[in-house]
């Protein structure tokens, strides 16, 4: 079967998917198929020819299909002009499931494509209008929906009407792509066909072209993108954010006497090392004397390579005397060096600043884009960092070491995790464990997950009867399982039932997780289901803006992690109160 779609090696001219451009049969006849079209009405095509004639009706049809299922809810709400730019993908995507049906099907029945009469485009036409205008208005409604979960108010009237439209340039643009793509194919095959045969030039000729785009998007495009991401975000890194100032006291990385240099920090580990909340700060929010947090930070500059920086943080945090403090911290950044305030402050909130937190930089770029193309940097910032605390840590006396706890949100817990070997590794080398928002990918997130007790859910599972590890969606209720004792060494993953960076997957593409089977979580409509290509496309189309939801919901954790270290620390004398104080102080309220 060749590129038009019908029996045979004969390479189809170009036209739209064994179609005659101009809407007419392979032959030259009339869209009825009956006797030869006039001179005349070759020389002028109608304007239906011309343009609708450049379309398949199998084609259309799943481009409606999987255009009005585009509508359906996903984990987190959608602008006008997001639902436009994955309306107009599921279609094309839709457009060439149906001509390839279309294709498998004349192939079976042994018959050449054969125009669709106008009667079945008129059909195609009202049903369409009808279906579309349907689905929309369901969207609306699903969004709006979405949006009172989770307390979202904005809503942008003017991208909600340009959709359609938005939708439409989309589309057209990915099937322009898609022709041309075919049209190489197509000229390539005719030209090795003087040396091979028709068979196997189609084959030779697809799977060149198929090689030529691949690497053309992976090493080329995705290779340009990375170079110009990072050298526009190298730029940011080397300015100071407005209010920063260097530190003027010696438990700070980039203060008086620090090994690591004030200029090579970085813009985020800048904020980070002049962040938090002072021994007074602790103090007044949690009514009890506190000491001055020391945190430690190297950026890309301060060293050669990854296990240089990760000796130098060390270096400096055992200068400032953090290795003489009742907790140390090790905190695996995301891409572009950021720790989550909220996740050191609030560490150093419950520990009464009797703390010490090092963490260290291993990218320019945001952790979306150091996903795509910095995971091994990750991974061995992630191994080198704690490699390096854990060998100064082992060398002090048994009774002098300092509770070790490490922490990572999204790719900072995917780089976390890489020090590790599984449960018994993180239980015995660690007192606690607090990774937020980890990403599917992660290796021992999806072990426990995968591992997880019969009966229990993927949205919250149990391993190993939550003896070490343990899932949370909200922490400050009872951790399931909850009648079960959680002794010794506690690591708890905090994960959003609507946090697409939890939930997406390549698996999307073919097959139901077992996330979506379930019972939703609380900030998920009921109606959200899965469908092949389009909650796939949803999902992905989430991650940018799984931060952009409030507080409690999404990719966004703030309050989680005073209930998730109050759950790990295990701290004497905390009440709730005390911890609604630190909640308060954390947001500002």
Same mark, same amino acid.
């Given at each position: 079967m060749d590129g038009t779609g019908s029996v045979g090696v004969q390479v189809a001219p170009p036209g739209d998917d064994g179609v005659d451009p101009g809407g007419g049969s392979p032959g030259g006849g009339s869209p009825g198929g009956g006797g030869p079209a006039s001179g005349d009405a070759a020389a002028r095509?109608?304007?239906? @020819? @011309?343009?609708?004639?450049?379309?398949?009706?199998?084609? !259309?049809?799943?481009?409606?299909?999987?255009? !009005? =299922?585009?509508? #359906?809810?996903?984990?987190?709400?959608?602008? $006008? /002009?997001?639902?436009?730019?994955? !309306?107009g993908i599921t279609a094309a995507i839709g457009y060439g499931l149906g001509v390839w049906f279309a294709a498998m099907w004349r192939a079976l029945a042994d018959r050449p494509a054969r125009p669709a009469r106008p009667?079945?485009?008129?059909? /195609?036409?009202?049903?369409?209008?009808?279906?579309?205008?349907?689905? =929309?208005?369901?969207?609306?409604?699903?969004?709006?929906?979405?949006?009172?979960?989770?307390?979202?108010?904005?809503?942008?009237?003017v991208l909600v009407v340009a959709s359609p439209v938005i939708a439409v340039i989309v589309f057209c643009l990915l099937l322009a792509l898609g022709r041309g793509i075919r049209s190489a194919y197509r000229r390539l095959a005719t030209l090795l066909e003087r040396w091979i045969g028709a068979r196997s030039a189609a084959v030779v000729g697809w799977i060149a072209v198929a090689v030529a785009v691949w690497l053309v998007v992976s090493g080329v495009l995705l290779s340009t993108l990375s170079d110009m991401a990072n050298s526009a975000f190298s730029v940011k890194n080397d300015t100071t954010a407005a209010g920063v100032e260097a530190p003027t006291t010696g438990l700070r990385s980039g203060g008086p006497d620090s090994l690591v240099p004030w200029d090579t920090l970085g813009y985020e580990g800048q904020k980070f090392v002049?962040?938090?909340?002072?021994?007074? *700060?602790?103090? &007044?929010? #949690? $009514? @009890? +004397?506190?000491?001055?947090?020391? @945190? %430690?930070?190297?950026?890309?500059?301060?060293?050669?390579?990854? *296990? %240089?920086?990760?000796?130098?943080?060390?270096?400096?945090?055992?200068?400032a005397g953090g290795f003489e403090r009742e907790n140390l911290l090790v905190m695996t950044t995301t891409g572009s060096g950021w720790v989550d305030p909220a996740a050191v402050d609030s560490f150093e909130y419950i520990t009464a600043g009797d703390s010490a937190t090092v963490s260290m930089q291993y990218s320019y770029l945001p952790s979306w884009i150091s996903y795509l193309v910095d995971q091994s940097k990750a991974r061995d910032a992630g191994r080198d960092l704690f490699d390096a605390v854990y060998d100064r840590w082992l060398r002090l006396p048994a009774d002098e070491r300092p509770r070790l706890y490490v922490a990572g949100e999204s790719l900072g817990s995917f780089g976390g995790e890489t020090a590790f070997s599984g449960e018994y590794d993180l239980r015995n080398r660690t007192s606690g464990t607090l /990774?937020?928002? +980890?990403?599917?990918?992660? #290796?021992? /997130?999806? &072990?426990?997950?995968?591992g997880r007790d019969a009966g229990s859910r993927a949205g919250e599972p149990i391993y190993k009867d939550g003896r070490t590890v343990r899932f949370a969606n909200d922490a400050a209720a009872d951790i399931p399982p909850a009648d079960k004792p959680w002794d010794g060494t506690r690591v708890l993953y905090l994960m959003h039932p609507s946090d697409p960076i939890v939930w997406w997957s390549p698996d999307l593409i073919f097959s139901e997780p077992d996330w979506i089977r379930e019972v939703p979580g609380d900030d998920v409509l009921e109606d959200m289901v899965w469908l092949p290509f389009v909650t796939f496309w949803q999902v992905s189309a989430d991650l940018p803006f799984s931060t952009g939801v409030p507080g409690g919901h999404g990719h966004h954790y703030t309050t989680e992690y005073v209930d998730g270290w109050n759950a790990v620390l295990q701290p004497e004398g905390m009440t709730d109160a005390d911890l609604e104080r630190i909640d308060a102080a954390l947001t500002g309220d």
């Amino acid at each position: 079967m060749d590129g038009t779609g019908s029996v045979g090696v004969q390479v189809a001219p170009p036209g739209d998917d064994g179609v005659d451009p101009g809407g007419g049969s392979p032959g030259g006849g009339s869209p009825g198929g009956g006797g030869p079209a006039s001179g005349d009405a070759a020389a002028r095509p109608s304007w239906w @020819r @011309r343009y609708v004639g450049r379309f398949t009706l199998p084609g !259309c049809w799943g481009a409606l299909i999987l255009a !009005c =299922f585009s509508f #359906t809810p996903s984990l987190l709400p959608r602008g $006008g /002009f997001l639902q436009g730019l994955l !309306c107009g993908i599921t279609a094309a995507i839709g457009y060439g499931l149906g001509v390839w049906f279309a294709a498998m099907w004349r192939a079976l029945a042994d018959r050449p494509a054969r125009p669709a009469r106008p009667r079945s485009w008129l059909v /195609f036409v009202v049903v369409g209008s009808v279906a579309v205008v349907a689905a =929309f208005a369901a969207g609306q409604y699903w969004q709006h929906e979405i949006r009172a979960l989770m307390g979202v108010t904005e809503y942008n009237l003017v991208l909600v009407v340009a959709s359609p439209v938005i939708a439409v340039i989309v589309f057209c643009l990915l099937l322009a792509l898609g022709r041309g793509i075919r049209s190489a194919y197509r000229r390539l095959a005719t030209l090795l066909e003087r040396w091979i045969g028709a068979r196997s030039a189609a084959v030779v000729g697809w799977i060149a072209v198929a090689v030529a785009v691949w690497l053309v998007v992976s090493g080329v495009l995705l290779s340009t993108l990375s170079d110009m991401a990072n050298s526009a975000f190298s730029v940011k890194n080397d300015t100071t954010a407005a209010g920063v100032e260097a530190p003027t006291t010696g438990l700070r990385s980039g203060g008086p006497d620090s090994l690591v240099p004030w200029d090579t920090l970085g813009y985020e580990g800048q904020k980070f090392v002049t962040g938090g909340p002072s021994a007074q *700060e602790i103090t &007044e929010v #949690t $009514g @009890r +004397p506190a000491s001055e947090p020391i @945190r %430690a930070y190297a950026g890309l500059e301060s060293a050669d390579d990854s *296990e %240089a920086r990760a000796a130098l943080a060390v270096d400096d945090l055992a200068r400032a005397g953090g290795f003489e403090r009742e907790n140390l911290l090790v905190m695996t950044t995301t891409g572009s060096g950021w720790v989550d305030p909220a996740a050191v402050d609030s560490f150093e909130y419950i520990t009464a600043g009797d703390s010490a937190t090092v963490s260290m930089q291993y990218s320019y770029l945001p952790s979306w884009i150091s996903y795509l193309v910095d995971q091994s940097k990750a991974r061995d910032a992630g191994r080198d960092l704690f490699d390096a605390v854990y060998d100064r840590w082992l060398r002090l006396p048994a009774d002098e070491r300092p509770r070790l706890y490490v922490a990572g949100e999204s790719l900072g817990s995917f780089g976390g995790e890489t020090a590790f070997s599984g449960e018994y590794d993180l239980r015995n080398r660690t007192s606690g464990t607090l /990774f937020a928002g +980890p990403p599917n990918f992660n #290796t021992l /997130f999806a &072990e426990f997950r995968e591992g997880r007790d019969a009966g229990s859910r993927a949205g919250e599972p149990i391993y190993k009867d939550g003896r070490t590890v343990r899932f949370a969606n909200d922490a400050a209720a009872d951790i399931p399982p909850a009648d079960k004792p959680w002794d010794g060494t506690r690591v708890l993953y905090l994960m959003h039932p609507s946090d697409p960076i939890v939930w997406w997957s390549p698996d999307l593409i073919f097959s139901e997780p077992d996330w979506i089977r379930e019972v939703p979580g609380d900030d998920v409509l009921e109606d959200m289901v899965w469908l092949p290509f389009v909650t796939f496309w949803q999902v992905s189309a989430d991650l940018p803006f799984s931060t952009g939801v409030p507080g409690g919901h999404g990719h966004h954790y703030t309050t989680e992690y005073v209930d998730g270290w109050n759950a790990v620390l295990q701290p004497e004398g905390m009440t709730d109160a005390d911890l609604e104080r630190i909640d308060a102080a954390l947001t500002g309220d």
